[in-house]
């Protein structure tokens, strides 16, 4: 057996609990379990001194009973609290560097131990000291992953067994569908959606009116209900923001045509291509156009209707007044977040935008932009699959930036014709016949989708929700008082 190994995975996933178990299993000296942060002190040497401390045990065995000894566990959480890469942490002191060489010379050093089991924890592989990952140190390296369906339902089960044998839970709660329905829960939150369920069934045997009245245990029930109401509160961390892509298509999406229908069912295809070949496990798909076009609406409509289990939107608006190591860190950070899901979709929004890009000059962030280029090029792990969609109104300067090549497949989402624009306004209600014709006329030909929905519901102002139809009149002085005729 390896004398040290450590687990990486998402929080929440059970890395604590399972090596703990691993402690029990070896009949050994009960466990220690030192939380990283604990070790570092504020006095000069202490910190060292604690890490010693923690072998003292294990050596006075050693030195008592040689091979004979019993096994002693060190269970390290969160170890990239301690051992940082050296040199990373700018302080004075110096003491990371020196706590990770003395756990160094602990693990393998000239007086290392054999009776010692050395478990470290950590979602961060990506700040451990590069000493410590080569063979004879944290030589076995475990990924706990997030459970899957089969697993959630063993976690659902344990969490809902008291209930089910004190007879709270309803005989409606279906535990195979709610597994199904929490795609990329990890082990801590499902826990949190089983109380969330229990406290929505509580505050029904609550009275608002007097407090003070008694909880009638016996009528507790936890129904499906309460179930489905705690997925609407309990949100995965590794989950899809379907809230957030509904944002971007307010007005839902508006069949306008052969070239809609033709972009929709290419990108359709390319998520079928990721989702189901060996050979692609990366595809990425940028769409360019006009503003206005929908483009965003249209990345969002592929991201919800793909059903990966991760979806995640990368947007400038969400990173106002990062600087760029920021933003950088952000961006890689969500690109880290997709791997750990077997299906993942991530909408890079205005990518213009993202690289702080501005005319004059012209100027932009060239760190991002290696960023981004380094990300759309970077396969996934093994079993991972990812899709992006980027989009642009640029794409003349993302060529010119190299970032346009690096998407496999490049798409036009064009303003609209006076065709479409007339199956736009028909479907929508807003004129019929003759009026149809006219309305499309007082339109400039090639006006974004946007734009056109926008100034429809300029002209439906103050009119009932009922009312699709829009007056002619109306319809010309909204567009002569915005001069867009």
Not at 28 to 50: D, T
Not at 185 to 192: H, K, T, V
Request: aromatic fraction near 6%; charge should be negative.
């Amino acid at each position: 057996m390896s004398k040290v190994f450590y687990c990486t995975a998402p929080p929440g996933t059970g890395k604590t609990l399972i090596a703990r178990q691993i402690g029990k299993m070896l009949n050994g000296k009960e466990p220690k379990i030192v939380n990283g942060p604990e070790v570092l002190s504020k006095y000069v040497g202490a910190s060292e001194e604690n890490v010693r401390n923690l072998f003292k045990d294990a050596e006075a065995d050693y030195q008592r009973m040689g091979d004979a000894s019993d096994l002693h566990v060190i269970i390290f959480d969160e170890i990239d609290a301690i051992c940082k890469q050296r040199g990373s942490v700018q302080s004075g002191s110096g003491v990371h560097d020196t706590v990770v060489n003395q756990l160094l010379t602990k693990i393998d050093g000239v007086d290392a131990l054999n009776n010692i089991l050395l478990i470290g924890m950590t979602n961060r592989k990506d700040m451990l000291d590069d000493a410590l990952l080569r063979p004879g140190r944290l030589e076995v390296q475990v990924e706990i992953g997030l459970p899957n369906e089969r697993g959630r339902l063993q976690i659902l089960q344990i969490h809902t067994s008291r209930m089910s044998q004190n007879s709270f839970l309803s005989r409606d709660v279906d535990l195979y569908e709610l597994s199904q329905k929490t795609k990329n829960f990890s082990g801590a939150e499902i826990e949190g959606l089983v109380k969330s369920a229990t406290s929505f069934a509580l505050n029904r045997q609550v009275d608002v009116n007097d407090l003070s009245k008694p909880i009638d245990e016996e009528n507790i029930k936890v129904t499906m209900v309460d179930f489905l109401s705690a997925l609407d509160e309990v949100k995965p961390a590794f989950g899809a923001t379907i809230d957030a892509l509904d944002s971007y298509r307010l007005h839902g999406v508006v069949d306008y045509g052969r070239r809609h229908q033709h972009l929709l069912s290419s990108c359709r295809t390319l998520v079928r291509q990721v989702q189901s070949s060996e050979v692609t496990p990366l595809i990425t798909v940028l769409l360019e156009g006009p503003q206005g076009t929908g483009k965003t609406a249209l990345a969002a409509t592929v991201a919800i209707e793909s059903g990966f289990p991760f979806v995640k939107v990368v947007s400038a608006e969400a990173m106002v007044g990062y600087s760029e190591a920021a933003k950088c860190q952000t961006i890689s950070k969500i690109f880290d977040d997709a791997y750990k899901s077997p299906l993942s979709v991530i909408v890079l929004d205005e990518i213009e935008r993202l690289l702080d890009y501005v005319a004059i000059g012209p100027r932009f962030s060239n760190t991002v932009l290696q960023t981004l280029l380094v990300l759309l090029k970077k396969a996934p792990p093994a079993g991972r699959r990812l899709f992006v969609i980027g989009t642009t109104s640029l794409g003349m300067v993302l060529e010119e930036m190299d970032v346009a090549q690096t998407f496999n497949v490049a798409m036009h989402v064009a303003a609209l014709s006076s065709e479409e624009m007339k199956s736009v306004l028909a479907q929508l209600g807003a004129f019929s016949g003759q009026e149809l014709e006219v309305a499309v006329q007082e339109i400039k030909d090639g006006t974004p989708i946007k734009k056109l929905l926008l100034l429809l519901d300029l002209a439906r102002q103050g009119q009932g929700e009922e009312e699709t139809a829009v007056p002619l009149a109306k319809w010309t002085k909204v567009i002569q008082d915005l001069s867009l005729g």
